[in-house]
C-alpha cells in the first residue's frame, strides 16, 4: 500500500542569482529545514555530475554554478502536491511581478587604467 504524502507543512524556498533577482526559482519541499533542503539538492546535483546519465538534470541545479542565496518564501498546509503546485505558480507570479523592472546588469561600469 502507498503511502500519502503529509503536505500540512510544506514550505517554498526560493533560489535565487544575486547577480540578477528575476534568475530565480521556487522549490516546493516538505522538509523542516531550507538548510537541509539545499544540502539535499546539492548533493543531487553532485551524483548528477559524477553520472549524468544515472540522473535527471534539474532546472534548480544551474543555480549551484552561480552565486546564488536561498530563503523560505512561504509555508503553508496542503492537501496534495497539485496544490502545492498551484500555490508555487502563483508564487512565481508575484515574484515575477515584484521584480518586473529588475535590470539585467551590464558591463559599462567598468574602470580602464591604462
Known amino acids: 500500500m502507498p503511502t500519502i504524502k503529509d503536505y500540512s507543512c510544506t514550505r517554498f524556498i526560493k533560489i535565487s542569482n ?56 512561504d509555508t503553508g498546509s496542503f492537501n496534495n502536491y497539485n496544490e502545492c503546485k498551484i500555490h508555487r505558480d502563483k508564487l512565481v507570479t508575484e515574484q515575477i511581478e515584484k521584480l518586473k523592472n529588475t535590470k539585467r546588469p551590464t558591463n559599462d561600469k567598468i574602470i580602464r587604467l591604462n
Open 18 to 73: 544575486n547577480n540578477y533577482p528575476l534568475e530565480f526559482y521556487i522549490d516546493i519541499t516538505t522538509m523542516k529545514s531550507d538548510r537541509l533542503r539545499m544540502a539535499s539538492l546539492k548533493s543531487q546535483w553532485l551524483r548528477y555530475l559524477e553520472s549524468p546519465d544515472d540522473y535527471p538534470n534539474r532546472e534548480v541545479f544551474k543555480f549551484f554554478t552561480l552565486d546564488y542565496s536561498f530563503y523560505t518564501l
